[in-house]
């Protein structure tokens, strides 16, 4: 593209990244509050993003009953996201990595740009976004879930670019997760300058 210049050094690629997906992230939460929200609208939509969000859906760990043991703790954490490039340069594959919370959140991502095209602009959904991950912090809570970014009549198209801009905003904030916990992270991301 025209008028892009490419980073001088991998700090600076690791910054750039860094700043854009400042702006854009939030919380899966959000996601996961339009995906369970949808209910019966979920067969409005393509059959490809319907199992892509199904995927999804089933990989959430359940806290309703009792609070999870320390196996399903271990494996949420592992599936977390934050692992998978890690998990995929040391060879490790199969079901620990289709379970995996970024790698079914590209799903989503590449299901619903099949559909919508690839120019498809997300719809831009409003709301405070939580505040980003830093390194050495204790992870924070999400905040409490907002209201789908669609209304209770909207088109298959709108709750797909709904979907589209939440699916961005989940994959920025855990890229955001990705880079605090670096050795040698951005400033923004809690790093040196």
């Given at each position: 593209?025209?008028?892009?210049?490419?980073?001088?050094?991998?700090?600076?690629?690791?910054?750039?990244?860094?700043?854009?997906?400042?702006?854009?992230?939030?919380?899966?939460?959000?996601?996961?509050?339009?995906?369970?929200?949808?209910?019966?609208?979920?067969?409005?939509?393509?059959?490809?993003v319907?199992?892509?969000?199904?995927?999804?859906?089933?990989?959430?760990?359940?806290?309703?009953?009792?609070?999870?043991?320390?196996?399903?703790?271990?494996?949420?954490?592992?599936?977390?996201?934050?692992?998978?490039?890690?998990?995929?340069?040391?060879?490790?594959?199969?079901?620990?990595?289709?379970?995996?919370?970024?790698?079914?959140?590209?799903?989503?991502?590449?299901?619903?740009?099949?559909?919508?095209?690839?120019?498809?602009?997300?719809?831009?959904?409003?709301?405070?976004?939580?505040?980003?991950?830093?390194?050495?912090a204790?992870?924070?809570?999400?905040?409490?879930?907002?209201?789908?970014?669609?209304?209770?009549?909207?088109s298959?198209?709108t709750?797909?670019?709904?979907?589209?801009s939440?699916?961005?905003?989940?994959?920025?904030?855990?890229?955001?997760?990705?880079?605090?916990?670096?050795?040698?992270?951005?400033r923004?991301?809690?790093?040196?300058?």
């Amino acid at each position: 593209m025209p008028g892009l210049v490419a980073p001088a050094t991998p700090a600076a690629a690791l910054n750039q990244a860094a700043l854009a997906a400042l702006g854009n992230q939030n919380s899966v939460v959000a996601l996961l509050t339009s995906v369970l929200r949808l209910g019966d609208r979920t067969r409005d939509l393509p059959d490809e993003v319907q199992r892509a969000l199904g995927r999804l859906s089933q990989a959430v760990l359940s806290l309703e009953g009792k609070a999870p043991d320390a196996t399903a703790l271990q494996r949420a954490v592992a599936r977390s996201g934050v692992f998978l490039e890690s998990q995929l340069a040391a060879g490790s594959g199969g079901t620990q990595i289709q379970g995996d919370l970024k790698a079914l959140l590209l799903n989503v991502q590449r299901a619903l740009g099949n559909w919508l095209g690839a120019d498809a602009q997300s719809a831009v959904v409003s709301g405070k976004q939580p505040p980003p991950p830093q390194a050495g912090a204790m992870p924070r809570a999400a905040m409490p879930p907002a209201a789908p970014g669609f209304a209770d009549d909207a088109s298959p198209e709108t709750i797909g670019k709904t979907l589209l801009s939440q699916t961005d905003a989940a994959l920025s904030r855990l890229r955001l997760h990705q880079m605090a916990s670096l050795p040698d992270r951005p400033r923004c991301c809690g790093g040196p300058s």
